[in-house]
C-alpha cells in the first residue's frame, strides 16, 4: 500500500494558526519543553482539517481512525512563556493508508521547530485501511 495519490498542492495543503504558549507547557526554565510541540502538533492537523470543514471527530463516527504512527521533532531555538507562536501545518505526503504532515512553529520570523508525523488509517478493529475516497477528496482540497 505505498501508491502515491495525485500531487499535493502545496498552497492548498498549508495551513497556519497562533498559539500563546501557556506556563503549564512550560519546563522549570520557563522553556517550552519538548512534549508540548506534540500537542501544538496535534492542534495544528485539527484546525488544517476544520479549514476544510471536516473533523476527526466526522471521520471516527464513519469508522475511519487516523493514529499518529511516526513522528520526527527537530529543536532550533526555544519558546517561552507567553510567547506568541504560530505552528504551520501541510500536508505533505498522501499514500493508500498513510499521510504526511510536516510542521514548522515560529516565534515572528524566526523558526523554532520542525518536525512532521505519519498517520495510518486504520477501521474501528485498528486494521489497516484504504484511505476512502471522500476522505481524500477533502486532503487535497483547499480550505473551505
Known amino acids: 500500500m505505498s501508491s502515491i495519490f495525485p500531487p499535493i498542492d502545496p498552497v492548498k495543503a498549508t495551513s497556519a494558526m497562533e498559539v500563546r504558549v501557556r506556563f503549564a507547557e512550560t519546563d522549570l526554565m520557563g522553556i517550552v519543553h519538548h512534549s508540548s510541540y506534540l500537542l501544538y502538533f496535534e492542534a495544528g492537523r485539527v484546525e488544517w482539517l476544520r479549514s476544510r470543514g471536516v473533523t476527526y471527530a466526522d471521520w471516527a463516527a464513519k469508522g475511519v481512525h487516523l493514529p499518529v504512527v511516526d ?8 519558546a517561552r512563556f507567553d510567547d506568541l507562536v504560530t505552528v504551520e501545518t501541510a500536508l505533505t505526503e498522501l499514500r493508500s ?13 524566526q523558526l523554532l521547530v520542525v518536525g512532521e508525523t505519519r498517520l495510518a488509517c486504520i477501521d474501528d478493529a485498528s486494521n489497516l485501511l ?3 475516497e471522500p476522505m481524500r477528496d477533502v486532503l487535497l482540497a483547499a480550505p473551505a
Open 71 to 78: 513522528v520526527n521533532v527537530s529543536y532550533k531555538s526555544p
Open 97 to 109: 493508508a498513510s499521510l504526511k504532515f510536516g510542521y514548522r512553529v515560529k516565534r515572528g520570523d
Open 130 to 132: 484504504r484511505i476512502p
